[in-house]
């Protein structure tokens, strides 16, 4: 039926993706090489392992990655740098998990010499793409198979009789159709579908994993610090941190003051609108600290050259075009600005809110001098302000003259 | 010394405007006429008008306006379709104020054929700018006058003591430096200065003076739903309210959850940064509602290029451009995508953060028959898909070609 | 095979668009309903008549229809009010004449009663885009049948043998390979294919055909004037003109002096890059007589913000997003602007450029007694330049001081 | 009077600056240390030299720099990559070289131990903020003499009777006022002021100096090449040049046919409109010719993000901000791009036109296999078209639904 002759495969281990292992033997005739990787998402991976042989796959065609730290240095931090918010709120945790997949899946298929890659999204949604034009824009002439697309196992039902009828085990809780599905690394947990299908409907609280209802949150706020050298953090309250180790600490703080929810109906880039809810617990505390250290770091021009480039940024990684030269063009420029954001910031957590409380830097902008009520001791002159309005409303001038408003 | 006869200054009835008034009339030998404005700073405004008529003032020359509804409805509500937030965070309640009262005031100068303005604002703050743009660009050729770059009572000693030689009541609690200075109106309260001058301090709890601290606030949320119509809010938990009433019961709502605290750094126009706090609870309680009626109601197209443009709208209005063809520009697109942005929001408020938890429409693009992941009954081709990756990936496979990364 | 019962289609009268009608027929066993437009494309239009009738499609269904005047004066007009280059220096020619096709089929349809269109635009370009597109927005669940993307008459060869298999009338010159494609409209010709594939080959001469060789010119150049009111061009040398007139007037200007000639090697929205040639002799004077008559009347806010916009606003059009909210919240900005931009240009035309000598407004805003060297009246006071300076510079002196470069 | 010791004063050798110089003296009482800069305008410099001699300038006090290089290589060349067009046509000639005499004004600066700088633009210009923008970021603590804004000399009259008085040798032709100014570089030649002050009127012939009338250059067209290298000119017709040397090169060979002249009403950073008439022979070849490159070795949305940042980067670099974090910013992202932009572009010139007729480069992108309309061979599945735009209308179609237009 076709000339491929080995795929890699984006393994997770659960059902779904063992249905579409055997598909893919059975349909293509192929060897297929499994990768599952460790984003943070809270899951053991040795079971995957299993699973994996249980199925027929050779030892040396079974990857296990831990990219943890990979993931919050190279993806996570880079984005976080940019500010972005995809549709002014959203924080981009399953759209920055998926290139990182599609890269090591390419790296994986080269060691191996495969000549196919697949992976388990549907057709309607926005990870598909992101993982495709990941592959394409790394392995231009790799084949991509994406069960969903072709197969006809479109109901749960026949996707059950398909697993019993080649000994696929089937786990109890998947059996009936799951009130809702999820997506997790360390970044967030998303979840939508079936009961939150209505967006005026209120998310249950059955559907929340990984934040704490602000209502149990601690009746007492908690006071952090984190330090960032160059647009990164790298210490919570003095201790230093890795990447993944700082990120998970947030979680940790985040989940417990039961911070990172977001309602949200968005637009996907496949063109319908999609009801989702997020919990990013830590990736919001982290988010507003940034924001906070460039406060006093960041010269006002780059802050909003910065401002007016970020909506476009997230799109990009939002659509899935993390590796093209525009979201690495605006990457340069973003990079380039975040030289001297390194200093501290002080937040408080409590019952869902984050604030930041204080912010310092060896490298501040802020001049208590210039900008003091007080005599400033000539730093500024204000009869200058009178020069610089006459200027700027020169052209208004003209213009009511004109126009007589 | 100077030409000019009569000047229209707005008056707030406290210390400071008094003695611009007294300074006004030895310094230019001009008349002087008294503008006061309600902008929901919760004020009394006849004290202003004893005190004016007590410095005399003629009857016909103290202006006292109630601009509340036209400050919401053509200000705010404006403003707020936009989604605008000044460097991310900022509601920018200060700045749309000031085009408001600039404009009022060179409307009563037209009427009282006054050939110059004058205002209260200093030489190092946005505030002269955004008034003194507005005057321009409604009357280029009226003349300006601010005290703050022209006198020398640049201390507070100074300026008390010119107030006692002229017979202008000092209270008591302006006899000291104050710790902060404020300022109010229906969308928000600000603060700055003093006590806030180091931005790592944290803000005193006895700044805070329009919400209620979190901490304090009722252990059990509050669930409310706003209605819009065409992009502005309508009613409240079903209940019809105008423009001010409206904004003015989200302020209770809000000041009695804790909503709306702002610590921020900002950059301010004539050059340097500064710290401010501010307090906008029922303008945060709006925004999330406008963001989250128009998550339903607005095309994606729409909605991306309303934020791509949204930093800039929003510098626009911080700096003082209100009355420039550019904002003007930007409203006429703004405005042109509200049409269906009609339907009803419901949100959480608890303990300082507002939570949108559904939203519904007669105009709502959401198509749960298109997006289900159960059986759409051909809403949606999974197939087109492929078609969609294939071609968005035409160009980076071609890239990918060439650069082999 | 299908259920489709009457279609409407884009019928040239050509070869192609008759084996199209054919096919359709055949294929679908439908009624076929022919649209013809005139868009200054130089073609009679009666012999589609002609050809229709004989190819057995009733007189009722047959539809001939002269849409120059709303194609300048309703898609023409408002894209130039933008000054839309695609990539810099492709004046859209093509591209804006899709929609305004797309708009006529679609409301025939709905007339006759249709549940289907066709066009004949292939699969490798825009034009599918752009007429689907359209379809598409104005009716979103008509069927749309794109023969080119189906068929498999992927050959000339095949196409031909097919023609005369059907008693399709192939006219010599079609016999063979064509050594380019065009497409005309009164705004522009392109040429593109075969001949020009190569882009390091110069077009040879005779694939032009709108534009005398520059060489060939007159020796004199031709100095002319265009009036503009509101933003559009209304009259030449003084001469009223309607909006289809008036580009069939410059059009003919611009062939004479060899002016509008573009070769380019330009981004495909599907993908792919391809070499075009085109001709825009009136549009190229137009554009540059558009962008006169705003220097003098448009404000540098408004400017700017157009220039800003203009890019993405190209890309829409050449996109096909015509009909879409953002390019309709774009053109409300834009025509927002052009209120007072009425007013004169002067142009000198001679072999192959166009240079702008001269512009006049009612309602200019250019100052000669502010710009003036000489004395201006105190018109502008020179002193406040120092303070604008100051201002602007205070966020870089802080910067410099911090980073001492 | 001050406290300034010593000031570096950009000086020319004419009368202007060599009143300047004097005034400088008498006013400040100190020490003046010219600098003169050969940036290609094409006159001695050794007369600068004798001239300052004479006026009583030290020889170790004056600095005399060839910077013609550096000028084209480190700001044309990194202009040029972004295809900037300040209001849709202007090249930025005069703009581009402020910044560099700015820097090394602050050079000699800090060599000599001066504690200010001055140069002689007017007040009403761009330049002085060009100038003072760049003095400010590279030494904030610097004081800057303006002396067109300070003095009293502000008719000819009055500075040719100040410079006969101190015994400055006025030439004869500087006598009378100009009928225009000019400033030039390697790059342009600008002029305006009063016979130029009517924008309706024509420039007359004899303001012109760098190009040949188009009706006098030769009648037949002259065909060039020139190589890029990552987004640089390196080569024409096959020979290697400096940066300095290329453009000198295409200065020529623009002249000679009469290439780019521009007529322009322009909107000045301090608020009002000028005329100007700019030539820019060397610059508007090689800035047609860098997008010709780009064609065919930039990726499209690399290409759109670019375009879409060049208005406003070239109105950073028009405005002064050359050494600002924002301009910084866009070259990091446009420099990024540029990393293949290397190829060989063909152009004709021909009486005041330039036309791209071909590119070539090892590093096209360029697919002739792809876009051809014959066979393919499967490079380009033209049914993936169906899906491209089955999933780019569904919001349009969702839309249309909704809003049946």
Redesign the interface.
């Known amino acids: 039926m076709s000339d491929i002759k080995r795929v890699v495969l984006a393994y997770s281990g659960g059902l779904d993706t063992s249905v579409i292992l055997k598909w893919l033997k059975e349909t293509y005739q192929c060897e297929v090489v499994t990768f599952t990787a460790d984003l943070g998402q809270g899951e053991e991976l040795e079971p995957a392992r299993a699973k994996a042989k249980l199925m027929g796959i050779k030892d040396e065609h079974i990857f296990i990655d831990d990219l943890r730290e990979e993931f919050v240095k190279d993806y996570v931090f880079p984005m976080m740098r940019s500010?972005a918010l995809y549709?002014?709120?959203y924080l981009l945790g399953t759209s920055i998990a998926r290139p990182l997949i599609a890269k090591r899946q390419i790296e994986i298929a080269k060691m191996v010499g495969a000549d196919a890659v697949s992976h388990g999204a549907?057709?309607?949604g926005n990870d598909?793409?992101r993982f495709?034009?990941g592959y394409?824009?790394?392995?231009?002439?790799i084949k991509v198979i994406?069960p969903?697309?072709e197969w006809d196992l479109?109901?749960r039902t026949r996707l059950i009789e398909y697993a019993e009828q080649h000994q696929i085990p089937v786990p109890k809780d998947k059996r009936g159709e799951s009130p809702f599905?999820t997506d997790a690394n360390l970044l967030h947990t998303s979840s939508e579908?079936?009961v939150l299908?209505?967006?005026?409907?209120?998310?249950p609280d059955y559907v929340y994993s990984r934040t704490d209802n602000?209502?149990d949150a601690p009746?007492t706020?908690e006071v952090i610090t984190i330090d960032f050298e160059r647009g990164d953090g790298v210490a919570i309250n003095g201790e230093a941190l890795s990447p993944a180790m700082l990120l998970t600490k947030l979680n940790e703080l985040g989940k417990r003051h039961g911070i990172g929810?977001l309602?949200?109906?968005?637009?996907r880039y496949?063109?319908?609108?999609?009801?989702g809810m997020y919990e990013t617990p830590g990736g919001t505390i982290y988010h507003l600290a940034h924001?906070g250290i460039e406060?006093?770091t960041?010269?006002?021009?780059?802050?909003?050259?910065?401002?007016?480039l970020?909506?476009?940024y997230a799109?990009l990684i939002y659509n899935g075009?993390w590796?093209?030269?525009?979201r690495?063009?605006?990457q340069?420029?973003?990079?380039?600005?975040q030289e001297?954001v390194t200093g501290t910031v002080?937040l408080k957590l409590?019952?869902?809110?984050v604030?930041?409380?204080?912010?310092?830097s060896p490298?501040?902008?802020?001049?208590?001098k210039?900008?003091?009520?007080?005599?400033d001791a000539g730093a500024?002159?204000?009869?200058?302000?009178?020069?610089?309005?006459?200027?700027?409303?020169?052209?208004?001038?003209?213009?009511?003259?004109?126009?007589g408003?």
């Open positions: 500010n549709e002014g709120l549907t057709g309607k598909q793409v495709e034009l394409y824009a790394l392995a231009p002439d994406a969903w697309r479109t109901s599905s579908g079936k299908e209505d967006p005026w409907d209120e998310v602000p209502e009746d706020p929810r309602d949200l109906v968005e637009n496949v063109g319908m609108k999609s009801r924001r406060q006093i960041l010269d006002r021009g780059a802050a909003h050259l910065k401002d007016e970020a909506p476009r799109e075009f590796f093209s030269p525009e690495e063009m605006l340069a420029a973003i990079d380039y600005s001297k002080r409590y019952k869902g809110s604030i930041v409380t204080g912010r310092k490298y501040t902008l802020y001049s208590e210039v900008v003091t009520f007080e005599d500024y002159d204000q009869r200058d302000a009178a020069g610089f309005i006459k200027l700027n409303a020169l052209r208004l001038r003209l213009l009511g003259r004109r126009d408003r």
